[in-house]
């Protein structure tokens, strides 16, 4: 019997295996049951399942979940062309969820994030502008993972994510982001991932399956009893006998997708399960059935070998009139070519036209020559484009093409790329439009494109959105988009690492629009040379140490140095105890502010001051009120400090989970900036409230956060305060001079962790989603209790961890 007569896909079963019974892996189920026990009983954790094509990774978890219904499901899977996706896999594991809940409990899951989440996961949601200077990222990943929050504490989650070799970064990110930040929630993630791929892993899939906090399964092939287990339910009550199942094990080396493919057509052929029908079984591997495949494809018409290489590159369950676009005919020539696909074995049986197994695409795709492939996904962008299919589907056809040049391509990377910045996905917008410069563009449209991949890149890659702006800024003649380009500018020169000369263009800019007339023209230029200076005295009171004086003279002392003064003598009065004559100049203050136009929260904090002194007097809604005044001007005025100090006052005078949400946030967003007192602060209440719901791992955690930053900034009275409650959530607290290991805190552990691996500072910080100035803060903290000087000594001090964990101290701190 010719292998190709015996080799082939099932016809009446998947061959993906969804009619056929998991065997033969009763070990990995077991590893799966014991790591769901560590979920339920200790917080978050990774299984990664690991093997070949085939190999039955996918059924394995569904098996797994099908009989465990402690968990609530929610699955996504990968795909070649959805790499750029802007959290598309959160998508898929997220939509369909929030799509079948109530109105009511929709707003519930969503409360006090339903803005940033809904960018990311509601196709439908209300279009809004891109944000300007905000960390659309970081707001995203932190949404998301307090949606899981509230649905973990209703129902354990397993989060499956199949194929993790294809996943889209963003999604990626907030996957290694949630692991890194949750804790004691019962939230398994499940991926599969191919042997062949994962030797090729980015450092973000690395950090997420490292062996700290993920448990890798390789998922290997069946052993013979495996194989006759799968012979026993083919032939139903025939007995198979051993040497015919030995055999066809051998034929097959026990893969799952190799022995179905056999074992069906062996039945069909008139084979039997017996001794005298062995030697007729053939060797099968992934070669013989790439050469079945193409055998069987040689033997189609032109029409089905068409709509085959459509399902290939659109992939599958695309609309019918999609696919006939693409093939350039009609549906009634689809749906004939789809039956004869199907009389072939290499579609399903059901649904809209989808390959029987992902080997059926790769084969079809690897009979193209390079020159082929970019031909059709030239063709698929222009037909998806055409058809209205969404922008980022066409952007991925258009990424993979190759250079396209038509007068729709720049409009969808453009549109493609304000959507990707809407969900919070700044890399993938920048992927997209790097692709448009690509396009013939004038000076002018160059110029616009520029200034939108520059304000994508400043939310995560200063350097790069300096130079595109300042590019930008050559060419652009609009005041509007000048006056932006110059905000983006100022605001990407703020977080950079550069030093004094890097804002002498700025200046130079300033001088030169300063020249130009006062009225006429050119007055648009001198208003710009306004706002720029202001955004220069900005950064110069955000960051002195990294910028020089500002190109126009300082303003003489007056009414500023008068309001510093009483916020001043309003500070030492509530020192000595005095809280209402305090509260009385806090308000005086205030009053001044407003008469001077003086608002922002970042120049004149007086409301978060005087809310304490309300809770102090026993007024909580005079401090309620004051909080939410000083969060909405924050949140206007988009400085970082401004804005995390007011989070911190808001989230302490508010109740539930709220409350706490504001104080994560607050968190996060002032370790972004260099004010490590108010971070401390800010730790100190975040681990106070996490230590109120009995979460004594979180505040442990927090309060080591806050611990360090108080005794690095010699704030002695609020350390005391830290390691007051460090010892009530159960922690220990190290002594100067003995620290090791054990002092340091959990974010100086993690980066330290990714040090001793090679990762470079810009490297860890693009994985922990933090800033290179926090990265450097915690290294430095690191040696200093490490007693070394530098990464030469840190992977020795790094390997004593597990022995320094030997001690009396909770597992878990």
Known sequence: MRVEQLVTFAHSRDACGDDWPLVGRERELAAMDAVAADVLSGGPRVVQLEGSAGIGKSALLSTWWDRNEQFRVLRARCHPLEREFAFGAVRQLFKPLLAAVSDTDRARLLEGSAAATLRALDDAAVPDPPPEAADVTAATLRELDALVS???????????????????????????????????????????????EGRRLDPLCAELVRPANCHTLVVEPLDVDGVGQLVRTLWGAEEPDEAFCAACHAATGGHPLFVRALLHQAQRSGVKPTTEFRDRIPTVTLSTLGGEISHRLCQASDEAV?????????????????????????????????????????????????????????????????????????????????????????????????????????????????????????????TYLRSALHQPLDESERARVLLELGTAASHYDAALAISCVTGALEGLTDESARSDALGVLAYSLLLSRGSRTDLSSVDRKIAALSERPTSGPGAADRELALRMSALRSWMEFERPSVTGPAPAPAPSPGADDDLADRMSLAALRIAQGELRTGLSLLRECGHHCEALGTVSPAMSPWRSRALAVHLALGDPGAARALAEQELDLARRCRIPRALGVALRAAGTVTDGLRGLDMLAEAVTVLRTTPARLELARACHDFGVALLRRDDKRGARGALRDGLDLAVGCGATALAARLEERLHLAGGRVARSGSQGIRGLTAGEERVCTLAAQGYSNKQIAELLVVS???????????????????????????????????????ADS
């Open 150 to 196: 509230r649905l973990s504490r209703r129902q354990p989650l397993l989060l499956a994510v199949d194929a993790l070799q294809w996943i889209d970064q963003p999604s990626l990110r907030w996957l290694v982001h949630f692991v890194g930040r949750a804790d004691r929630l019962p939230v398994l993630i499940a991926v599969t991932t191919r042997s062949a």
């Open 306 to 430: 068409a709509l085959a290489r459509a399902l290939a590159f659109l992939g599958d369950r695309k609309p019918p009139e999609l696919l006939a676009a693409y093939c350039g005919t009609g549906r009634a020539v689809v749906r004939s070519a789809a039956e004869e696909l199907r009389s072939l074995g290499l579609l399903r049986a059901d649904g809209n036209p989808r390959f029987t197994h992902p080997v059926v695409r790769d084969t079809v795709l690897a009979t193209l020559s390079p020159e082929e492939l970019g031909v059709g996904h030239a063709r698929a962008a222009q037909v998806s484009c055409l058809n209205g299919r969404p922008d980022e589907e066409v952007a991925a056809h258009l990424l993979a093409a190759g250079p396209v040049h038509g007068s729709w391509v720049l409009p969808a990377l453009r549109r493609a790329a304000t959507e990707a910045l809407r969900r919070g996905a700044p890399e993938t917008a920048v």
């Open 772 to 810: 290179l100035r926090t990265v450097e803060t915690h290294l430095t903290g690191a040696y200093r209790k490490l007693g070394i000087t530098g990464r030469p000594q840190l992977a020795a001090a790094m390997a004593t961890t597990d022995r320094c964990r030997g001690g009396s101290e909770p």
